[in-house]
Every structure is written in C-alpha cells, then in structure tokens.
C-alpha cells in the first residue's frame, strides 16, 4: 500500500490597508503622472509553501482610482478610458510563475489582465520581501511587482494631438504594486 501526501495548500489573502497598486504615465511628453487604486482584493494559493506553483487572482476597483486631481479622476472613471459603470474592475490571474536565475528571491509573474472588458496576457517581474509573525499570530509575507503594458491594447485608446507633434497622454503605463500578504487564520495557527 503506498501512501501518498496530498498537498498542503495555503491561502493568502490581499491585506488591502498595506498593499499600494501604483501606475504611471507621461502627460504631455515632458512629465510623468502618477496614480493608485485603493480597492485591491485577492488571493494567493500556494501548494506546500512552494511560491513557484502560487495560483494569483486579484480584483481591482475602478472607482478607487486617485491621482491627487478630482478632474482628472471623474475623466478616467468615464467612457474615454476605463468606464466604471460598465467596467468597474481590473482583474488579474496569473498563469504561471517562472524563477529568475541567479535570483532565489525574484520571479516573473505572467498572467491575464483584464481592463475595459479586454484580456492580454502580460508579466510582472516580483520580488518576495520576506515573511514574519505579525504582533496578534498572524503569518504574513510581502512582495513588491513591476510591469509595463500599451493601454491601448485594453482599449484605452483616447488621447489628443499636440502642436509639438506628442500626445497627451502616453500609451506606455507603468506598474507598481507592494503587496502585503496575510495567511487565513486557521493556517496562519498552524
């Protein structure tokens, strides 16, 4: 008779209060814009603590969006760009992850992004911050995530002409996310 483990599976959840989502684009070809969404959700599953098999799935609230500008934000909450009403989440679940050599603490995260209803595949390269014991017995670890991706690929095409012979509004958009991550409580127990 042979004895076969199943598994062990832990659950992370997303801790929205210290994880930051963060992107970036060049405004009138001369400055960058920044920007963050405070509605993150998710998950991580890891099988056997083994961070390589994780099964990623984030949800993102449109409406959460902040660049300092109330304007500018009520703009990219309408039909020009991501249209909250219609598309009030920016969902990510990754495929697969793939270690970085030479680097046992990196990895590239590569998954489906969905925005504006459009899903692309993009990669995410990420960093695994550590993990600890929070004061109240929680077990937690942290990851910090960087990407590119053509907003124009998700539809986000609206733009204007300058004199200059630029745009206003870069198709480039930079991504960065921290992510604190906290086990489920009968897991973190364990």
Same mark, same amino acid.
């Given at each position: 008779?042979?004895? /076969?483990?199943? @598994?062990? /599976?832990?659950?992370?959840?997303?801790?929205?209060?210290?994880?930051?989502?963060?992107?970036?684009? =060049?405004?009138?070809? &001369?400055?960058?814009?920044?920007? *963050?969404?405070?509605?993150?959700?998710? /998950?991580? =599953?890891? @099988?056997?603590?083994?961070?390589? =098999?994780?099964?990623?799935?984030?949800?993102?609230?449109?409406?959460? &969006?902040?660049?300092?500008?109330?304007?500018?934000?009520?703009?990219?909450? %309408? @039909?020009?760009?991501?249209?909250?009403?219609?598309?009030?989440? &920016?969902?990510? =679940?990754?495929?697969?992850?793939? @270690?970085? %050599?030479?680097?046992?603490?990196?990895?590239?995260?590569? $998954?489906?992004?969905?925005?504006?209803?459009?899903? *692309?595949?993009?990669? !995410?390269?990420?960093?695994?911050?550590?993990?600890?014991?929070?004061?109240?017995?929680?077990?937690?670890?942290?990851?910090?995530?960087?990407?590119?991706?053509?907003?124009?690929?998700?539809?986000?095409?609206?733009?204007?002409? !300058?004199?200059?012979? $630029?745009?206003?509004? %870069?198709?480039?958009?930079?991504?960065?996310?921290?992510?604190?991550?906290?086990?489920?409580?009968?897991?973190?127990?364990?």
């Amino acid at each position: 008779m042979s004895s /076969t483990l199943s @598994p062990v /599976t832990t659950t992370w959840s997303i801790d929205p209060s210290h994880t930051q989502v963060e992107f970036a684009v =060049r405004h009138l070809m &001369i400055s960058t814009v920044r920007g *963050r969404f405070s509605d993150v959700r998710g /998950t991580v =599953r890891v @099988p056997d603590g083994d961070f390589l =098999r994780a099964e990623i799935e984030a949800r993102i609230g449109v409406d959460s &969006i902040d660049t300092r500008e109330p304007q500018r934000d009520a703009h990219l909450k %309408s @039909p020009d760009f991501f249209d909250a009403a219609q598309f009030p989440a &920016i969902e990510f =679940r990754s495929r697969r992850i793939e @270690p970085v %050599s030479n680097r046992p603490d990196r990895y590239v995260v590569v $998954g489906d992004l969905t925005i504006h209803g459009v899903v *692309r595949e993009v990669s !995410l390269t990420a960093t695994s911050e550590g993990s600890t014991r929070d004061p109240w017995g929680g077990k937690r670890t942290g990851f910090s995530l960087e990407g590119r991706f053509n907003r124009a690929d998700f539809g986000l095409t609206w733009n204007q002409l !300058l004199e200059s012979g $630029g745009v206003l509004v %870069s198709d480039e958009v930079k991504v960065s996310i921290d992510a604190e991550l906290v086990a489920n409580a009968q897991q973190a127990a364990a």
